[in-house]
């Protein structure tokens, strides 16, 4: 049985040398931050992480959030919840609008200087201001316990406030005028009602969040750095996946080694 989780034929691989454009999406510079050795792994040798099943409810939400603001995209309108936030912002039309939503194939992306990296990323939303200014609109659901309030406090939310600020940074690098100011739209699925009904309630909370892109032009760089080199990088003292594997292979070389000891004293 071939194994699962390595792209065999190298096609989605980095080669050093080679002139073709390689295009890097937000989530492997996530994954880079997270182990610089699973990133490499994955980017040089096509070894990707065990894959955790796709989230299709949350899926279902964005398709609809994307679909209820489209028509006020197209209307021009301003979109009730927003107009109840008190926030002066309607979606904006732009003819490349489902190329930057196209997260596996497109996103917005840009050329990055001095290299042959692409970076990409597929945004949910952007809103426009009257001036003309732009903030990233990014939709997100979950379902508290015991009317909990949703927030992006908790540490792991870190990836949240690097995905907008990826978003931020490569509007600006095609040229848009983009507010620090993201908005995360985040749906919460109500436990607290009477039945199911073949419904699902949502409360709605609309989080502004200061992005600050300044860290990723350093990042970019050690990540094109560590695509050239030829030596594998250490793994992150946290990792998971990483710790699985040594101890994975800590207990094969013992069993090797018994082996090979038990044949040698035949």
């Given at each position: 049985m071939a194994f699962p989780y390595k792209r065999r034929d190298g096609r989605?691989?980095?080669?050093?040398?080679?002139?073709?454009?390689f295009r890097v999406s937000r989530t492997k510079i996530d994954l880079f931050l997270e182990c610089k050795r699973c990133f490499y792994l994955d980017q040089r040798y096509g070894v990707a992480?065990?894959?955790?099943?796709?989230?299709?409810?949350?899926?279902?939400?964005?398709?609809l959030l994307k679909k209820e603001f489209d028509k006020h995209r197209e209307k021009g309108t301003w979109h009730p919840v927003l107009k109840e936030n008190d926030l002066r912002l309607k979606p904006f039309k732009h003819k490349k609008m489902e190329e930057w939503r196209d997260a596996m194939r497109h996103g917005v992306q840009y050329d990055l200087p001095d290299t042959n990296l692409t970076i990409r990323g597929g945004v949910d939303d952007i809103w426009i201001d009257d001036e003309g200014l732009l903030y990233v609109a990014d939709y997100k659901a979950t379902s508290k316990e015991g009317g909990q309030e949703v927030s992006i406090d908790s540490d792991w939310q870190i990836m949240y406030k690097r995905q907008v600020e990826i978003y931020q940074w490569l509007l600006r690098r095609?040229?848009?005028?983009?507010?620090?100011?993201a908005y995360f739209y985040y749906v919460n699925g109500l436990r607290d009602v009477d039945s199911f009904n073949g419904q699902l309630k949502f409360s709605v909370k609309i989080i502004p969040y200061e992005g600050d892109d300044s860290w990723l032009d350093g990042t970019l760089e050690e990540?094109?750095?560590?695509?050239?080199?030829?030596?594998?990088?250490?793994?992150?003292?946290d990792c998971e996946f990483c710790g699985y594997f040594e101890a994975v292979s800590d207990v094969l070389n013992s069993k090797n080694e018994a082996s090979e000891k038990d044949q040698s004293s035949k």
């Open positions: 989605y691989c980095y080669k050093p040398g080679s002139k073709d454009r992480r065990v894959k955790y099943p796709p989230f299709t409810l949350n899926n279902a939400v964005d398709e095609n040229d848009f005028k983009v507010s620090n100011t990540m094109y750095q560590c695509l050239l080199s030829e030596e594998i990088p250490e793994s992150h003292k």
